[in-house]
């Protein structure tokens, strides 16, 4: 774990998958908040001003990929970490993640020490 606790926001439409990230996290010591579909995931980004957010695609009203695309047009949140979190994990899904803004692309089922891992990654060198 880091020394500050991070601000990280959980923007997943599985409640279940959400509870458990938060948990996890919580666990290491940092803040969380939590949205359940790509357009309240921006809604509290701009609120929250996370350092990192967890992003799943396949969601309700906007996916995930859009939401990254709206998050890197936005100024304010220019130096938030975009993790995807997915079960889609073709190539070209891949890609599609990477181009709309991601730093680390992280396919479902996870492994929760890859996934902490890769947090405190993003932490320490951004």
Same mark, same amino acid.
């Given at each position: &774990?880091?020394?500050?606790? *991070?601000?990280? =926001? %959980?923007?997943?439409?599985?409640?279940?998958?959400? @509870?458990?990230?938060? #948990? /996890?996290?919580?666990?290491?010591?940092?803040?969380?908040?939590?949205?359940?579909?790509?357009?309240?995931?921006?809604?509290?980004?701009?609120?929250?001003?996370?350092?990192?957010?967890?992003?799943?695609?396949?969601?309700?009203? &906007?996916?995930?990929?859009? *939401?990254?695309? =709206? %998050?890197?047009?936005?100024?304010?949140?220019?130096? @938030?970490?975009?993790? #995807? /979190?997915?079960?889609?994990?073709?190539?070209?899904?891949?890609?599609?993640?990477?181009?709309?803004?991601?730093?680390?692309?992280?396919?479902?089922?996870?492994?929760?020490?890859?996934?902490?891992?890769?947090?405190?990654?993003?932490?320490?060198?951004?």
């Amino acid at each position: &774990m880091t020394d500050a606790p *991070a601000k990280i =926001l %959980i923007v997943d439409d599985e409640p279940n998958i959400v @509870t458990a990230l938060e #948990f /996890l996290l919580e666990r290491e010591g940092h803040q969380i908040r939590k949205a359940f579909n790509g357009r309240e995931g921006l809604e509290m980004a701009l609120l929250f001003l996370p350092d990192i957010i967890l992003l799943d695609v396949m969601m309700p009203e &906007m996916d995930g990929f859009e *939401a990254a695309r =709206l %998050i890197r047009q936005t100024p304010i949140l220019e130096n @938030t970490k975009i993790i #995807f /979190l997915t079960a889609k994990g073709t190539q070209s899904d891949r890609r599609t993640g990477y181009d709309s803004g991601a730093e680390y692309y992280i396919v479902k089922p996870f492994d929760n020490a890859e996934l902490i891992g890769t947090v405190n990654e993003v932490l320490v060198f951004g």
